[in-house]
């Protein structure tokens, strides 16, 4: 596949104004979030879960793409539609998570590296015949007492790398995803120089691995204080530290950044994205990629009338895509 027909891709997935819908869940994630809200986790149900999200009427004017786990792109809508093909024909780019997940680290207590590796090939294979043009790996850093190691944050660029050359081999556009968690007690220092230190080492290992970054994503997450550090920050705080960061380490050359929300409020998450692109202009298009921010009020309502409250949910759903499409540009308006 040519590196011009990957390109084109990533660029359609940052065009002005749009972002992505992560609606990736494994089926573990996906239980706890239905948990939460007292759905049964069936296939079915997650079947019709993503078929109303991904029906959303007009989500194209604001959503360029969506990404599925593996058991979603082998579904179909109701009427008997494959999801890939109905969001192919609908202006809506189809793309899927390939890693694993994580397991810990021999060696290194309380630190994760992803899985996913073996067979990777011809996974990805199956995925471009199933219509995907694009692909996710999370990595997940933890912040604590000693940690994160080097070693830890090697060992999971060495893992994207490998898999976002193998995309490209492939056809499909690796979106590289090191989330660094929003859990524990640091401040927003250390959330800076934990980024930047695996920004760095992800951006060397892409480069070691002759990965081309003109048809590479970031799916990066915010320079924020830890949930349980009892700081906070403003808005323009966690924008501007965020940008910094991503100045220091990533190529300029990058088509794009998307964010993934990570447990931060619906409301944070657009106005922080809102925030850095009203500070710009900056060297990449900055857009979402946002799982709980794009869903969690429609999981809400659907879960209160899952066969009535469709056409409500959905209305949600076009709301949080407006909001952060205009967050895209830097021009929301709170309450807007
Ligand atoms: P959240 O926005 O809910 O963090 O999910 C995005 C995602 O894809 C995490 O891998």
């Known amino acids: 596949m040519s590196i011009e027909h990957l390109a084109e891709t990533a660029l359609a997935m940052v065009a002005a104004g749009k972002g992505i819908i992560a609606i990736d869940e494994s089926n573990a994630t996906i239980a706890k979030r239905f948990d939460g809200v007292g759905i049964p986790n069936t296939e079915e149900n997650r079947r019709a879960y993503r078929e109303l999200l991904l029906t959303t009427p007009k989500l194209n004017e604001y ?32 793309g899927i998570k390939v890693d694993k997940g994580t397991v810990p680290l021999a060696g290194f207590p309380g630190e994760l590296v992803t899985e996913g590796l073996d067979g990777l090939r011809a996974r990805l294979e199956e995925y471009y015949t199933l219509g995907a043009r694009f692909a996710k790996w999370r990595a997940v850093i933890n912040i604590g007492e000693d940690i994160p190691s080097g070693s830890c944050i090697e060992a999971n660029s060495h893992a994207l790398a490998r898999y976002a050359a193998l995309c490209q081999e492939a056809g499909l556009v690796p979106m590289v995803e090191p989330e ?8 927003i220092e250390t959330c800076y120089e934990v980024t930047e230190v695996t920004l760095r080492s992800l951006f060397d290992a892409l480069y070691q691995q002759n990965v081309a970054l003109e048809g590479t994503i970031l799916k990066a997450s915010m320079v924020l ?11 323009d705080e966690v924008a501007e530290s965020t940008l910094m960061c991503l100045k220091s380490a990533v190529p300029a050359i990058l088509p794009g950044i998307v964010f993934l929300s990570g447990g931060q409020s619906d409301e944070d998450a657009t106005a922080h994205l809102d925030a850095m692109n009203r500070m710009g202009p900056n060297p990449w298009p900055l857009t979402f990629s946002y799982g709980r921010a794009m869903q969690s009020a429609a999981l809400k309502l659907w879960s209160q009338d899952l066969a009535g409250n469709v056409a409500k949910a959905q209305d949600t759903v076009y709301a949080r895509a407006r909001d952060n499409g205009m967050a895209a540009q830097g021009q929301w308006t709170r309450g807007g």
Do not use: C, W
């Not at 969506?66 to 579904?75: M, S, W």
């Not at 204080?225 to 808005?235: F, L, M, Q, R, T």
């Open 225 to 235: 204080p830890g949930k349980d550090s009892g700081e906070g920050a403003s808005v």
């Open 63 to 94: 959503v360029s793409g969506a990404i599925l786990f593996d058991e979603t792109i082998r579904q179909s809508t109701k009427a008997g539609v494959p999801f890939a093909k109905y969001m192919a024909d609908n202006g809506i780019i189809p």
């Open 180 to 187: 660094v968690l929003i859990d524990g007690r640091h401040d």
